[in-house]
């Protein structure tokens, strides 16, 4: 069978050697790995890959210790690389991160103390690579429970960017996203509205700790109601 040619997204070194490891002489072909989110699209374009093996918390950058924008990000992968499959190894287990996860996507969310998982790992890549699912069991059975996000998808996205990137213009914002400014605006006064709150800060860290978004870095922009912002 042909190699699944493989792009590991994971900051700690520990964990990278762990996975070149475990899938060292297996079908799986690790092509190249990314410590940083803002690596990615670069690998992608430069790399066959099939398998994106994914830390969901990983660092935006040297510059940016704020999560990479992970519900922004994956949509826009698969909508340009149709056949790539991604799957999630993480500590992180809020179920509605999980579920919007899901919605952006992926194939399958394994947590990292899943060990019977990780031992097997060359299998779950290979059943991924082909077109199945996998989940923890714990994760597969909170997706079973029924969704509790209170967020569409697009507002989801639009406030990930926000959390990345917290001293961007909202217009930067916006473009990153492919819309205007004014759509950008009135997503985010939706997640407000939805979420009970006014601000920029006040939506990130409501979503923080409803489990929608990934633990964001301590930092936030000084923000004002969304009326307010410059497009």
């Given amino acids: 069978m042909a190699p699944i040619r493989t792009l590991i997204v994971e900051d700690h070194q520990s964990i990278i050697d762990g996975y070149l490891y475990r899938l060292n002489g297996t079908q799986v072909k690790i092509v190249a790995v990314a410590r940083f989110g803002e690596e990615i699209e670069k690998l992608l374009a430069g790399h066959e890959v099939d398998v994106l093996l994914l830390d969901i918390h990983v660092p935006t950058s040297p510059s940016n210790s704020n999560p990479f924008p992970v519900l922004y990000l994956i949509p826009k992968l698969l909508a340009r690389y149709p056949h790539l499959k991604v799957l999630v190894i993480s500590m992180l287990n809020q179920r509605s991160l999980i579920e919007a996860l899901v919605d952006a996507g992926i194939s399958g ?18 059943a991924v690579a082909k077109g199945g699912v996998y989940f923890s069991q714990e994760a597969y059975e909170g997706l079973r429970a029924g969704k509790k996000n209170l ?64 633990p964001a870095a301590l930092r936030f922009a000084t923000d004002g109601d969304v009326h307010g912002e410059k497009a």
């Fill in 109 to 126: 969310y394994i947590f990292k103390a899943d060990y019977s998982s990780i031992e097997k790992l060359e299998t779950v890549v290979e």
């Fill in 151 to 214: 967020l569409t998808a697009r507002q989801m996205e639009a406030l990930s960017l926000c959390a990345t990137y917290p001293d961007l213009d909202l217009a930067v914002l916006a473009q990153k996203l492919g819309i205007q400014p004014s759509t950008f605006r009135n997503l985010l006064s939706g997640a407000y509205e939805r979420l009970g709150v006014r601000t920029r800060t006040a939506a990130i860290h409501k979503a923080n700790q409803l489990g929608i978004l990934p």
